[in-house]
């Protein structure tokens, strides 16, 4: 028994809030099983689940610690690409793949922490430096800050949507396939010509959302493109 309680013991003293983060993220991945409770949590850290609350007031307050740590492992990630101040289009593209990359690892929690907002250090630091890439480029910082808000929603509201995909039944993803590949694609030509025209298109995209992610970032950057060229103009002809 003295062995037993010596135990316990050093799970109690060995519960940070760190570990218990940590576990709810390993959780909200595939191979945790996809799903946050705290008698899960509990289980996975060896600890009676009311010993969170002890370093969390609630499962809303655990939920933005884990989606900083995501914050924090995608700025590390873009900032391993190491691209240089010159090269704006590559850094924002780096940056938004990133964020998709990390929060798709955990596709749980990818759905509730896509439309958070942590307001911690890393967020804030991560704001800071994409509002500057838009900045260095030549847009003024009123507009930088909104493409930085447009390339943020865009991202998370794409990535959210793939895990929301991901973490269905294969029951109601199958559905979901057929609906494009049989139904959209079976459709008469007489009625809808255009439609009949790009099912097979849609229905290859359908089965790649990192595809389209593509398509709306390469989009999205050829209008930031645009608005740097016309802040530049404006600039010249100020000038003249």
């Given at each position: 028994?003295?062995?037993?309680?010596?135990?316990?013991?050093?799970?109690?003293?060995?519960?940070?809030?760190?570990?218990?983060?940590?576990?709810?993220?390993?959780?909200?991945?595939?191979?945790?099983?996809?799903?946050?409770?705290?008698?899960?949590?509990?289980?996975?850290?060896?600890?009676?689940?009311?010993?969170?609350?002890?370093?969390?007031?609630?499962?809303?307050?655990l939920?933005?610690?884990?989606?900083?740590?995501?914050?924090?492992?995608?700025?590390a990630?873009?900032?391993?690409?190491?691209l240089?101040?010159?090269r704006?289009r590559?850094?924002?593209?780096?940056?938004a793949?990133?964020?998709?990359?990390?929060?798709?690892r955990?596709?749980?929690?990818?759905?509730?922490?896509?439309?958070?907002?942590?307001?911690?250090?890393?967020?804030?630091?991560?704001?800071?430096?994409?509002?500057?890439?838009?900045?260095?480029?030549g847009?003024?910082?009123?507009?930088?800050?909104?493409?930085?808000?447009?390339?943020?929603?865009?991202?998370?509201?794409?990535?959210q949507?793939?895990?929301?995909?991901?973490?269905?039944?294969?029951?109601?993803?199958?559905?979901?396939d057929?609906?494009?590949?049989?139904r959209?694609?079976?459709?008469?030509?007489d009625?809808?010509?255009?439609?009949?025209?790009?099912?097979?298109?849609?229905?290859?995209l359908?089965?790649?959302?990192?595809?389209?992610?593509?398509?709306?970032?390469?989009t999205?950057?050829?209008?930031?493109?645009?608005?740097?060229?016309r802040?530049?103009n404006?600039?010249?002809?100020?000038?003249?």
């Amino acid at each position: 028994m003295a062995e037993q309680g010596t135990s316990t013991a050093r799970r109690r003293v060995g519960l940070t809030r760190e570990a218990i983060v940590e576990a709810g993220i390993r959780l909200c991945s595939p191979e945790g099983g996809g799903v946050l409770t705290f008698s899960r949590l509990g289980k996975e850290l060896g600890a009676d689940p009311t010993a969170v609350y002890r370093h969390f007031r609630d499962k809303d307050e655990l939920i933005l610690a884990m989606t900083d740590v995501l914050v924090q492992e995608s700025a590390a990630l873009a900032a391993a690409e190491k691209l240089g101040a010159d090269r704006w289009r590559d850094s924002l593209a780096a940056i938004a793949r990133a964020v998709r990359t990390v929060y798709l690892r955990h596709p749980a929690l990818a759905v509730l922490a896509a439309v958070r907002t942590t307001a911690s250090t890393a967020e804030t630091a991560s704001v800071e430096r994409i509002i500057g890439v838009l900045h260095g480029a030549g847009l003024p910082v009123i507009e930088a800050a909104e493409c930085y808000r447009t390339l943020l929603d865009l991202t998370l509201a794409m990535t959210q949507a793939s895990a929301s995909f991901m973490v269905l039944d294969a029951e109601a993803q199958a559905k979901d396939d057929a609906a494009w590949s049989v139904r959209y694609g079976l459709l008469p030509e007489d009625r809808f010509p255009l439609l009949h025209r790009s099912a097979p298109r849609l229905t290859e995209l359908f089965r790649d959302d990192a595809k389209v992610f593509e398509l709306v970032l390469d989009t999205f950057l050829d209008g930031v493109a645009l608005k740097i060229e016309r802040a530049s103009n404006e600039r010249a002809s100020v000038v003249d």
